[in-house]
Structures are given as C-alpha cells and as structure tokens.
C-alpha cells in the first residue's frame, strides 16, 4: 500500500528469509512498516466518510475488488506465478478471515462508534498476534516486547477513551471492533508462515482475492449503492483498495517476511495516535490534550517494543 518501502510493485521475487527472532528490522523493512501504518491509519478516517453511504460488506467487497485488480496486475506484470503449495493455507486462511472477514467487521463497526474508538479497540489485535505468535510460531514472548506493548496499549486505551467523549459508545460497534481485532490477529498468525514459501506480492494479491471471494455475497448491496453513493463516497472505496489495501497490505507482508509477527504487530500501535491527527486534520476534530497524551504513550511503548 504505501511506497518508499518495497511494495506490491518492488516485492522480492523470491521468497525471503525470516530473520531471527530478536534481529532488528532491516532499513527497507523498517520503510515498509512505517508505510503500512500511515495508510492503515488513514484507513479508519476513509471508511468513517464512506459508512454513511455503502453498507458494511459493501465497503469491503468494493475495496477488496478494486485491491485485487490492482494486486493481480502487479503479480501479471511481474510474472511471478504461483504461490507454492505449501504457502497456501496460510493465504486461505488470511484471505479469509483478514481480508474478507475482518473488513466486513471493521466496517460495521465504524457505523457504530468513532474512529479514534475503532482503533484503540482494534489495537488489541497486538497483544493477540504477539501472544499467538508465540504460542503458535514458536516466536516467545521477549521481556521487551511485552513491556512496550503494554505501554502502548495504555496509550491506545487513553486515545480510545478521549475519542469517544463520553458519548456512551454502542456497545454492539466495540464488540464488532473486538471481533476485528481476533480476525486480523488470527490472520496475520495465518500469513506468517506462507511467507516462508511465497513473496509478499503472491500472499498479499491471492489473499485479497480469496477475500473478495468471500464478500461476493455482498454484490447486489454493493451495485445498488454505487448507483446513488456521491462521488466523495465512491472514491474513498477506490482509495480504500489501491493504498491501505493493495499497498499497505503489501508493504506489511514485506516486513512481517523479515521479523516476527509480534514485533510487527507491536508497530501498529502508532495507529491510534495518528487516528487522531488525521481526523483533526481531515474531518476538523480537535483532539484533546488527553489524546495526544495517549498519542505519545502510543508511540513510545513502539519505539521500547522495537529495541533489541
């Protein structure tokens, strides 16, 4: 999704070598990760302006369509064939549960509660990758890791709790937000080993297409509602699915390729604090010093998280 890091476009045409668990990001992983954030950030403000006009997995067929498109022409162009075999599974089960399902939650839940709150609850998905990573990687569970993402989880909840202003969130929009966050948790688990057999170019564009797959029920709701959606609406859906899909996804898998799934994880913990800025910036939301606050305690727990 994002770019000045190897991307859909710039992804190995090998299958790259997992680093060590306790090994430091390479420069261009580190490129690719701080990209991957940016749009996944920018994503919680799109969907926000889109929900008002295309239902949940409306949203989410639409911006995995037009990622898809985008993806599979990259993978055409370069020529990469297909996954091998033995990565497959894996980018089923991401295919499904992260792309598929976990958009089609997140967007329902953005109907529900604000943006700032989506993204301190879906910021518990984390702990959940560094915890089943762990267990079911074989990663371990690093003293340093633990102790800044719970410094960041912190921040996320100071930044959630600013956020919602005392609004009294639906409690239904959290538990959808909550269920986002096991299914990109799960997801992520899922993709990391495939990423032991295939590039990121290959596991990002079949996962999306096994997503898109996945919402085809949700097609007469997504071409009855392009027909009236304004233009604004449809290209925040466009914007959804060439950046913080087919690149930001792109860029990710590039990253998690060379360091463990719970380090990587622990770097979207930035996302809440820069939920804020954007929504201040974008739709004029003034954020509380209780927010930047939370901001900071956000991006310092990932700064902790990530030394060796």
């Known amino acids: 999704m994002d770019q000045g890091a190897p991307s859909a476009v710039t992804a190995p045409a090998a299958a790259p070598t997992t680093a060590p ?4 990001l390479n420069p ?6 701080t990209v991957t954030v940016l749009l996944w950030a920018s994503a ?3 969907i926000r302006s889109a929900a008002a006009h295309y239902g949940p997995g409306a949203l989410a067929l639409g911006r995995l369509t037009v990622g898809s498109i985008a993806l599979l022409a990259v993978w055409a162009i370069r020529r ?10 894996g980018i089923a089960l991401s295919g499904l549960l992260w792309f598929g399902l976990y958009m089609v939650a997140l967007n329902w839940g953005e109907q529900k509660v604000d943006a700032g709150t989506a993204a301190m609850v879906v910021n ?14 074989r990663e371990g569970f690093p003293r340093q890791l633990m102790v800044g993402m719970a410094v960041s989880f912190a921040g996320a909840v100071v930044v959630g709790l600013a956020q919602s202003g005392g609004s009294g969130s639906s409690v239904l929009g959290v538990l959808l937000c909550l269920a986002a966050a096991l299914l ?3 997801g992520v688990v899922a993709q990391k080993p495939a990423l032991r057999h295939a590039t990121a170019l290959q596991a990002t564009a079949f996962g999306c297409l096994i997503g898109t797959v996945a919402c085809l029920p949700f097609s007469g709701q997504l071409a009855g509602q392009l027909g009236h959606a304004p233009l604004s609406a449809t290209l925040n859906l466009v914007y959804l699915g060439l950046f913080p899909t087919a690149l930001a996804f792109s860029t990710w898998a590039y990253a998690l390729s060379r360091t463990t799934a719970g380090r990587m994880g622990a770097t979207t913990y930035a996302v809440p604090a820069l939920v804020v800025v954007m929504s201040w910036a974008i739709l004029g939301e003034v954020p509380a010093l209780l927010s930047l606050a939370g901001g900071c305690l956000c991006l310092g727990g990932v700064a902790l998280a990530r030394r060796r």
């Open 44 to 46: 919680f403000v799109a």
């Open 80 to 89: 990469e064939g297909l996954p091998p075999r033995a990565a497959w599974p």
């Open 28 to 33: 261009k992983a580190v490129a690719a990760a």
């Open 21 to 24: 668990p306790g090994a430091k």
């Open 124 to 137: 518990i998905g984390p702990m959940l990758i560094a915890l089943l990573g762990g267990w079911l990687l």
């Open 184 to 186: 990109y948790a799960a």
